[in-house]
Every structure is written in C-alpha cells, then in structure tokens.
T-cell receptor, first 114, second 118 residues
Framework: DAKTTQPPSMDCAEGRAANLPCNHS???????VYWYRQIHSQGPQYIIH???NNETNEMASLIITEDRKSSTLILPHATLRDTAVYYC???????????????FGSGTQLTVLP | GAVVSQHPSRVICKSGTSVKIECRSL??????MFWYRQFPKKSLMLMAT?????????EQGVEKDKFLINHASLTLSTLTVTSAHPEDSSFYIC??????????????FGPGTRLTVL
C-alpha cells in the first residue's frame, strides 16, 4: 500500500468547510484512496473512498487530483461533532478473497472551533 | 453501513486476571475480523487477524498465548487477554469487512473496549 502524508493538525471554524489534504505521490493505478475518522474514544468510522473521480456522499466530498498524487477531503459545513482524527489510507481494493487489515498512519487532528 | 459491536465497552480488572472481549458483526457475516490496539495519543496498531474456523494470524511482537483469539462463527470473534498486566491497559478495537461491499473493500469498526488493568 502506498505511503500517505497528512498534516498533524488543523483547525476549522464551525459552519465553514474543512479541507483536509493528503499526499500519496507513490500511489499506483489500482489503489484506492480511503478516508476514515476517529472521534475520541470511539472506533474509526468510514467516510468515503475513491479511485480517480471525485466522490461525494452524505458525509463528505473527496477530490482527487488528475495525477492522483494527492487528494482532499472536504467537510462542507463542519460542526463541533466533526472534531476527530482523520486518516487517509491508500490501498488496493478487491471484491473477493480474504479481507486485509488497514494500516493507519498518524492522521490529521481536526479541531472544529465554535 | 454495516454495524460491528463490541462488548464490554469498558472493563477494569486486577492484574493477573483474564478478560474476554467480544466482537460481533450485527448485519453481515465476516469470515475475517481484525483486532487493533491503541495506546493514548497513538494510532491504531494491528494485533492479529481473526479467521473463522481457523487459527488467528498474529503480528510480529504480539504474543499469541497471551492474546487468545477465537472466531467460532461468522458473526463473532473473541479476544481474551490472559493474565493481564497494567501494560496491557489499552483501547482494543475490532473491525470487519462487509463481503457485500464489493470492490470498495470498506471496513467497519466496533466502538472499542477500554481495558484498565490495576
């Protein structure tokens, strides 16, 4: 799985968009970008994933650059409950066979300020 | 999304006792579950991979005789911390992949179990 680099921490004002960057310059063509987050003292929560195209769901948007070497997770209207550590993980996905573990880096601590 | 539960959410025990933590997939069957450990202000570290009907696979440095894993059914994996010591105090988290997730390979995590060994 490709290595990712994220800033250790970011602040965002409540109600504003939170843009969390992730660099994955060694990503290969069959690797997906996944985002998870972990609120304090809880298990990680899946947010979104993508391969090439930008993706959007009810939680967030994922913008992947054309060369796929970096991506940005966007929380359009951050709330205090979005304060968490956000993990960007790059890995090959497969629909069959045994599941594989996730390798977590240090992530980005997002603090949403009132 | 799929739901994974853990029980108990919090446990305090005396040094030398054993503690069992359960991980259940509530609305899907998981042939594989993962057990992670997380120390304060640190990231999650994989301890072992639990395979239904076969032996678990442990990561380097994790003692298989101390952290017993049983994956007896497609919806339940248990982690037993034997002869617990204060250094085993940590946040234990399990995860499972929904086989119906297709190519997304998304994993779902339990809420975690906070173990404190006195």
């Amino acid at each position: 799985d490709a290595k990712t680099t994220q800033p250790p921490s970011m602040d965002c004002a409540e109600g504003r968009a939170a843009n969390l960057p992730c660099n994955h310059s060694t990503i290969s063509g069959n690797e997906y970008v996944y985002w998870y987050r972990q609120i304090h003292s809880q298990g990680p929560q899946y947010i979104i994933h993508g391969l090439k195209n930008n993706e959007t769901n009810e939680m967030a948007s994922l913008i992947i650059t054309e060369d796929r070497k970096s991506s940005t997770l966007i929380l359009p209207h951050a709330t205090l409950r979005d304060t968490a550590v956000y993990y960007c993980i790059v890995r090959v996905a497969r629909s069959s066979g045994s599941a594989r573990q996730l390798t977590f880096g240090s992530g980005t601590q997002l603090t949403v300020l009132p | 999304g799929a739901v994974v539960s853990q029980h108990p959410s919090r446990v305090i025990c005396k040094s030398g006792t054993s503690v069992k933590i359960e991980c259940r997939s509530l609305d899907f069957q998981a042939t594989t579950m993962f057990w992670y450990r997380q120390f304060p202000k640190k990231s999650l570290m994989l301890m072992a991979t639990s395979n239904e009907g076969s032996k678990a696979t442990y990561e380097q440095g994790v003692e298989k005789d101390k952290f017993l894993i049983n994956h007896a059914s497609l919806t339940l994996s248990t982690l037993t911390v034997t002869s617990a010591h204060p250094e085993d105090s940590s946040f234990y988290i399990c995860s499972a992949r929904d086989p119906l997730a297709g190519v997304s390979d998304t994993q779902y995590f339990g809420p975690g179990t906070r173990l404190t060994v006195l």
